[in-house]
C-alpha cells in the first residue's frame, strides 16, 4: 500500500521558519515528480511547487518563490519543503503528492496520483 506522511507542520510567528517532511513508503519515487500543495480554510486546493525526479529541477507558485525550497532525499524516499519568511496568509493544510507517470511536476493537482493526509500550518501575526 502507498503513503505518503508530512510532518512538520504547526505553530509559527510571521518571518519564521518550518521545515516539511513527506515521507513515501509502499514503493520507490525516485523517478516520480512530487510536489506540495496547500488549502486554506474556504479556499481551493492550491499549487505551492513541484520537482522532478532526480531533484535537479524545481517549480514555485509566485506567492511562495524566493522564500519556499524544495528538496527531496531519494535514498531515503522523502520529499521536503523548507519555508521561511513565513506569512500569516500562508496558513494552510499543506499536502505533498506523487505523480507517477511525470518526469516533471504539474501546476495541475488531478496530474498526481497519490496524496498525503496533509500537516497543518499555521503562522501568526
Known amino acids: 500500500q502507498v503513503q505518503l506522511v508530512e510532518s512538520g507542520g504547526g505553530l509559527v510567528q510571521a518571518g519564521g521558519s518550518l521545515r516539511l517532511s513527506c515521507a513515501a513508503s509502499?514503493?520507490?519515487?525516485?523517478?516520480?515528480?512530487m510536489g506540495w500543495f496547500r488549502q486554506a480554510i474556504g479556499k481551493e486546493r492550491e499549487f505551492v511547487g513541484c520537482?522532478?525526479?532526480?531533484?535537479?529541477?524545481?517549480y514555485y507558485a509566485d506567492s511562495v518563490k524566493g522564500r519556499f525550497t524544495i528538496s527531496r532525499d531519494n535514498a531515503k524516499n522523502t520529499l521536503y519543503l523548507q519555508m521561511n519568511s513565513l506569512k500569516p496568509e500562508d496558513t494552510a493544510v499543506y499536502y505533498c503528492?506523487?505523480?507517477?507517470?511525470?518526469?516533471?511536476?504539474?501546476?495541475?493537482?488531478?496530474?498526481?496520483?497519490?496524496w498525503g493526509q496533509g500537516t497543518q500550518v499555521t503562522v501568526s501575526s
Open positions: 503528492a506523487a505523480a507517477a507517470a511525470l518526469v516533471y511536476g504539474s501546476i495541475n493537482p488531478r496530474d498526481y496520483d497519490y
Open positions: 509502499g514503493r520507490s519515487f525516485t523517478t516520480a515528480a
Open positions: 520537482i522532478d525526479g532526480i531533484g535537479s529541477s524545481t
